[in-house]
């Protein structure tokens, strides 16, 4: 064999190893990144009902299909060391829905009911942030909604929203719930919200300045301190349970198809001392809500948003928003994030059958 040809057949040899261990690189490479992908854990993998919902979030950006679906800094899971979460966070202000000045990382259920038709939603989360910013005046500041029933027609208002809220320097916060009145008539600007405590404070409980907070409530639910919530309808009933480690567990009825608010001389004296200063004392359909079409709400709805407090002394919170800038907002504290480990959905059932 002449010397040209042993080196034909050496650069032959050397071409085939090198591509052969391209080859391998490029499989090793390709393995890798197929382990990592099955590795991922999303949202719908720590909550399989997630298929029942679309989800609008902080920056405006919304899915229909939530399946492998995440959004950095606003919807992705994170792990406590012991336990999958799927994170819902949402600053002070973003871009917000049509019907409200609220910015919501926050699902929303794609099929409709009626009271009379029920469902039921349960939801196992912990709140771990609220807006340190606000006005200690205003009912809606440091506060976050978790969990509500939302009207689809008619005025579109809220049967129930779910709340957690802490006054700054607080270590407890208060869990309760709140109760839009279904506005009798075509006007909707008298609509108010009748708030029940469930641990700690009910919402009417403010300071007495833009800084002055109430005491702290000695039977609150603390940032990071897991609770669970039932929203059952069953035949126009709405039943309500609230459970807590350490806590006594809180349950509630109210009536979706006949009004406990339908006279001036019915409205709760709650009321006339919230709302007296933004002149809202409408009174409910006589009907309430029944006939008219609902969905399920869940995730974080931040309360707190920039707008005067002397122009709205329930809703306008005066919170920091850097003028819109998230990350701004997220490193100073301004804005809400929730943390759910655990929820379902499914048909309402009778209270015994719980």
Known sequence: MNTKTIKSVRLSFLLVGMAFLLNSCFNSAKKTETTEEKAKVYPSDVIPIMEQFSILCGDGTSFKDLIKKEHKDFFYVTNDGVTDWVVYKTPNSGITSRTSSNTRTELGQTETWTPEEGGKLTGTLKVQHVSTSGDARVAASYSVVVGQIHGKEGHENEPLKIFYKKFPGHKKGSVFWNYEINTAGDDNSGRWDFSTAVWGYDMSVVGTSPDTYPAEPEEGIALGEEFSYEINVYEGIMYLTFKSKGHETKTFTKNLLKSDFSTKEAIPQQIWDLYAAI???????????????????????????????????????????????IEKQYANGCYAEVWFKDASIGPGSAPNKQ
């Not at 309430?288 to 809703?315: C, D, H, L, R, S």
């Open 279 to 325: 002149g809202r004392d409408g009174v409910e359909r006589e009907n309430a809500y029944a006939g008219e079409i609902q969905n399920f709400k869940q995730g974080a709805y931040n309360q707190t948003n920039g707008k005067n407090p002397e122009e709205n002394i329930v809703w306008y919170t005066g919170s920091e928003t850097y003028n819109g800038d």
